[in-house]
DNA sequence: GTCCCTATATATAAATA
DNA sequence: TTATTTATATATAGGGA
């Protein structure tokens, strides 16, 4: 999709992979878009940048009637074991225990 | 991207929708995965059909080591109050009180 | 549904400013 | 660096079997 053709694996000069993941986070967060209302259907996007930089699209209207995990997190750079605890949080869905859970409500409430 | 110009709004036909759903997903979930590649970084993409039936991705290597909620829910077909209830958890992660958190965990581990 | 085909729209790599 | 341009690679709409 360029004048050359990309391999896909790592791109390992910095100045690139920045300009490539500019482009490319943008080109994916409006595919999501498009899938969410041609087809109906409800999509969501998180993309944790290098720098520890939360981005997200979700397409589930009612979103802002919620708490926002976004408006806690999205304009912070996160150290990276942040950044694993919510992976493992969010996208791999690991159960707290309760008690951690009742420490991570009353932090959040 | 195709012999004519598609407008941006829900594909009122079921059939051309549902085939333009089958082709954008694997074209996103595609992307997705190039975008964590090339450009080192943690991506997640989750997709409820219209069906209810949960399509995702994660980048997160580690995934494998963990309990994965992909495995309890992409083969079924999810009623919509299921779904919603998913979706605020979720992507909009409204967290629950924790006795309802009790609850779930007990269900679920 | 479901798989191919291919003309066309779109995304984007590399160049340029 | 950060935009803008443009040639090219890729995605996919519409169609057929």
Known sequence: M???????KR?????SRQVTFSKRKGGLMKKARELGVLCDVEVALMIFSDQGRL?????????????????????????SSKIRYYLRRIFIRVPLSPAAYQYQYETLV
């Open 2 to 8: 360029g004048r050359g053709k990309v391999q896909l």
């Open 11 to 15: 791109i390992e000069d910095k100045s």
């Open 55 to 79: 981005y997200e699209f979700s397409s589930a209207e009612r979103k802002k009637k919620y708490l926002s995990f976004e408006s806690r997190t999205s304009r912070k750079y996160l150290p």
